[in-house]
Protein backbone atom coordinates (compact mmCIF):
# COMPACT_ATOMS: atom_id res chain seq x y z
CA UNK A 1 0.00 0.00 0.00
CA UNK A 2 1.17 3.35 -0.57
CA UNK A 3 -0.68 6.58 0.83
CA UNK A 4 0.77 8.77 -2.74
CA UNK A 5 -0.93 5.99 -5.14
CA UNK A 6 -4.25 6.23 -2.79
CA UNK A 7 -3.63 10.14 -3.17
CA UNK A 8 -3.37 10.65 -6.46
CA UNK A 9 -6.01 8.08 -7.69
CA UNK A 10 -8.35 9.99 -5.95
CA UNK A 11 -7.09 13.29 -7.33
CA UNK A 12 -7.14 11.53 -11.06
CA UNK A 13 -10.56 9.80 -10.58
CA UNK A 14 -12.62 13.42 -9.74
CA UNK A 15 -10.86 14.82 -12.66
CA UNK A 16 -10.88 11.96 -15.21
CA UNK A 17 -14.49 11.76 -14.20
CA UNK A 18 -15.36 14.91 -14.36
CA UNK A 19 -14.30 15.22 -18.34
CA UNK A 20 -15.47 11.24 -19.27
CA UNK A 21 -19.21 11.81 -17.51
CA UNK A 22 -19.45 15.68 -18.93
CA UNK A 23 -17.05 17.73 -20.38
CA UNK A 24 -16.13 15.65 -23.32
CA UNK A 25 -19.28 14.16 -24.32
CA UNK A 26 -20.77 17.84 -24.36
CA UNK A 27 -18.40 18.88 -27.07
CA UNK A 28 -18.64 15.40 -28.70
CA UNK A 29 -15.30 14.52 -28.69
CA UNK A 30 -16.61 10.99 -26.95
CA UNK A 31 -20.25 9.34 -27.22
CA UNK A 32 -22.41 9.43 -24.39
CA UNK A 33 -21.80 6.25 -22.83
CA UNK A 34 -23.49 4.03 -20.13
CA UNK A 35 -22.89 3.66 -16.70
CA UNK A 36 -21.01 0.13 -16.94
CA UNK A 37 -19.41 1.85 -20.25
CA UNK A 38 -17.94 4.64 -17.67
CA UNK A 39 -16.75 2.61 -14.88
CA UNK A 40 -14.92 0.58 -16.94
CA UNK A 41 -12.79 3.22 -19.04
CA UNK A 42 -12.64 5.38 -15.48
CA UNK A 43 -11.28 2.54 -14.10
CA UNK A 44 -8.90 2.36 -16.65
CA UNK A 45 -7.67 5.67 -16.90
CA UNK A 46 -7.29 5.97 -13.06
CA UNK A 47 -4.83 2.93 -13.38
CA UNK A 48 -2.82 4.62 -15.90
CA UNK A 49 -1.79 6.76 -13.09
CA UNK A 50 -1.91 4.70 -10.14
CA UNK A 51 0.13 1.98 -11.16
CA UNK A 52 2.85 4.14 -11.95
CA UNK A 53 2.73 6.02 -8.86
CA UNK A 54 2.50 2.87 -6.57
CA UNK A 55 5.80 1.52 -8.61
CA UNK A 56 8.10 4.87 -8.42
CA UNK A 57 7.07 5.65 -4.99
CA UNK A 58 8.22 3.87 -1.77
CA UNK A 59 5.20 1.89 0.17
CA UNK A 60 4.23 3.27 3.60
CA UNK A 61 6.43 2.11 6.92
CA UNK A 62 5.17 -1.20 8.20
CA UNK A 63 3.94 0.40 11.37
CA UNK A 64 1.43 2.54 9.28
CA UNK A 65 0.37 -0.56 7.31
CA UNK A 66 0.01 -2.73 10.43
CA UNK A 67 -2.19 -0.25 12.42
CA UNK A 68 -4.26 0.06 9.17
CA UNK A 69 -4.11 -3.59 8.97
CA UNK A 70 -5.27 -4.11 12.44
CA UNK A 71 -8.07 -1.51 12.30
CA UNK A 72 -9.78 -2.33 9.39
CA UNK A 73 -8.37 -6.19 8.38
CA UNK A 74 -9.10 -5.42 4.56
CA UNK A 75 -9.26 -7.82 2.41
CA UNK A 76 -6.49 -8.51 -0.73
CA UNK A 77 -2.87 -8.96 -0.54
CA UNK A 78 -2.24 -8.29 3.03
CA UNK A 79 -0.28 -11.01 3.26
CA UNK A 80 3.03 -9.51 4.96
CA UNK A 81 0.99 -7.04 7.08
CA UNK A 82 -0.53 -9.28 8.39
CA UNK A 83 1.88 -11.90 9.50
CA UNK A 84 3.43 -9.14 10.86
CA UNK A 85 0.17 -8.34 13.10
CA UNK A 86 0.44 -11.46 14.03
CA UNK A 87 4.00 -11.83 14.85
CA UNK A 88 3.41 -8.56 17.21
CA UNK A 89 0.30 -10.33 18.74
CA UNK A 90 -1.77 -7.43 17.57
CA UNK A 91 -4.50 -9.56 15.81
CA UNK A 92 -5.12 -11.95 18.80
CA UNK A 93 -5.32 -9.32 21.28
CA UNK A 94 -8.37 -8.01 18.86
CA UNK A 95 -9.64 -11.17 18.55
CA UNK A 96 -9.49 -11.50 22.55
CA UNK A 97 -11.64 -7.94 22.51
CA UNK A 98 -14.17 -8.87 19.89
CA UNK A 99 -15.01 -11.93 21.93
CA UNK A 100 -15.27 -10.20 25.33
CA UNK A 101 -17.97 -7.75 23.05
CA UNK A 102 -19.90 -10.85 21.97
CA UNK A 103 -20.02 -11.89 25.40
CA UNK A 104 -21.49 -8.75 26.92
CA UNK A 105 -23.96 -8.46 24.36
CA UNK A 106 -25.13 -11.58 24.95
CA UNK A 107 -25.63 -11.13 28.69
CA UNK A 108 -27.79 -8.38 27.79
Known amino acids: FNG ?3 LS ?3 ANLGICWLVVWVLPAFGLIPPLKDFQQ ?10 VYLP ?4 TRPDD ?4 V ?5 TRPIGFWGPVRKEA ?8 V ?4 LRAEKEIGKE
Open 4 to 6: WAY
Open 86 to 93: ERRGLLAR
Open 67 to 71: RIYVQ
Open 9 to 11: SWI
Open 62 to 65: MDRL
Open 53 to 56: VALL
Open 39 to 48: FWLLMALVAC
Open 95 to 98: HEIE
